[in-house]
């Protein structure tokens, strides 16, 4: 079994292509993925979630929200690492829940 990735066009956005950090990440070619790997998937239901008090939103509308995702883009980079993750089921389907840090 092969894994195909999808055909990546240069519309859209970040309009930069991959290419932009490529020698900087990759030494060479990649490793194969290991289908053969077992992963163990628990209810959603034996973890408990707390709340906390709702955040606001920092942009007035959607277009200002890109607006300031582009700038931390440009800033900052492609996100590359999370805190945590946390694969569960729910009604048979997979759910991952990813913990990204935030400076």
């Known amino acids: 079994m092969s894994i195909v990735p999808p055909t990546r066009s240069n ?28 992963i163990n998937l628990y209810p959603l239901t034996n973890y408990t979630f ?4 709702p955040l606001y939103e920092k942009d007035s509308s959607v277009a200002a929200r890109f607006q300031r995702m582009r ?19 729910e009604h048979r389907l997979p759910h991952v829940f990813s913990r990204f840090g935030f400076d």
């Open 50 to 53: 707390g709340t906390k008090e």
């Open 71 to 89: 700038e931390e883009f440009d800033k900052m980079g492609m996100r590359r690492t999370v805190e945590g993750v946390l694969i569960v089921h």
């Open 11 to 38: 519309t859209g956005w970040p309009r930069r292509g991959s290419e932009q950090f490529a020698s900087k990440y990759v030494s060479g070619p990649a490793k194969p993925l290991t289908l053969e790997r077992t």
